[in-house]
């Protein structure tokens, strides 16, 4: 059975940073892409970053420059480094698990994945 575990939201003033993690278990693929999503009520699941199980990256236009998509496959754990944080990125964070063998721009859409955690929230005041 595979599970995800988010954890390391909170509350930061605008242009702090926060460092998300999701520990992976029970994940057999070797080869795969992983990425983080973030969600508003009412609101369409937004791809934020994604990372191929080889260490290449893809980023949201919004995020580019300010968060970094990582993992320590010894630790089975996923991270996302989010610096000058703004208050548009307010929102609950997902991290997913895809069973592809390759990541691409298109690994930013929800639809790509299998396997979701249970969010962590995110909030940034000004």
């Known amino acids: 059975q595979v599970q995800l575990v988010e954890s390391g939201g909170g509350s930061v003033q605008a242009g702090g940073s926060l460092r998300l993690s999701c520990v992976v278990s029970?994940?057999?693929?070797?080869?795969?892409?992983m990425g983080w999503f973030r969600q508003l009520p009412g609101k369409e699941r937004e791809g934020v970053a994604a990372?191929?199980?080889?260490?290449?990256?893809n980023y949201a236009d919004s995020v580019k420059g300010r968060f970094i998509i990582s993992q320590d496959n010894a630790k089975n754990t996923l991270y996302l480094q989010m610096n000058s944080l703004k208050p548009e990125d307010v929102a609950t964070y997902y991290c997913?698990?895809?069973?592809?063998?390759?990541?691409?721009?298109?690994?930013?859409?929800?639809?790509?994945?299998?396997?979701w955690g249970q969010g962590t929230q995110v909030t940034v005041s000004s």
């Open positions: 029970g994940y057999k693929y070797s080869t795969y892409c």
């Open positions: 990372i191929h199980s080889s260490g290449s990256t």
């Open positions: 997913a698990a895809s069973v592809s063998g390759y990541c691409s721009a298109a690994h930013l859409y929800a639809w790509k994945y299998l396997y």
